[in-house]
Nanobody, 116 residues
Framework: VQLLESGSGLVKPSESLFLTCSVS??????????RGWIRQSPGKEPEWVGA???????YYNPTLESRTSNSRDTSKNQYTLQLSFDAPSGTAVYYC?????????WGQGTQVTVSS
């Protein structure tokens, strides 16, 4: 399984981030597997952002839930993260990852900078 993130790299505060994870090597509807997003800000531990499972049910980090939305396109084998910002603290490398008894594999990550 391989995952590849794509999307906006520079976002202004008060705007929204849109990232897409393209998955190859297996369908995103595989049972018992969730498709997640994780971010890592400079000098901090990785932070789980959210996920979507095989049935399309979404899960969110409670601290980000009001600003986060996950969706998917099964015809393209892709899933998408939408995250709105109110401060530059969202600057981080964002990863998509496959979840099944742990997160593995991860995508290569994409740098997102929140700046006016």
């Amino acid at each position: 399984v391989q995952l590849l993130e794509s999307g906006s790299g520079l976002v202004k505060p008060s705007e929204s981030l849109f990232l897409t994870c393209s998955v190859s090597g297996g369908p995103i509807t595989t049972n018992s597997v969730v498709r997640g997003w994780i971010r890592q800000s400079p000098g901090k531990e990785p932070e789980w952002v959210g996920a979507i499972d095989a049935s399309g049910t979404t899960y969110y980090n409670p601290t980000l839930e009001s600003r986060t939305s996950n969706s998917r396109d099964t015809s393209k084998n892709q899933y998408t993260l939408q995250l709105s910002f109110d401060a530059p603290s969202g600057t981080a490398v964002y990863y998509c990852a496959r979840g099944s008894q742990g997160w593995s594999p991860w995508g290569q990550g994409t740098q997102v900078t929140v700046s006016s």
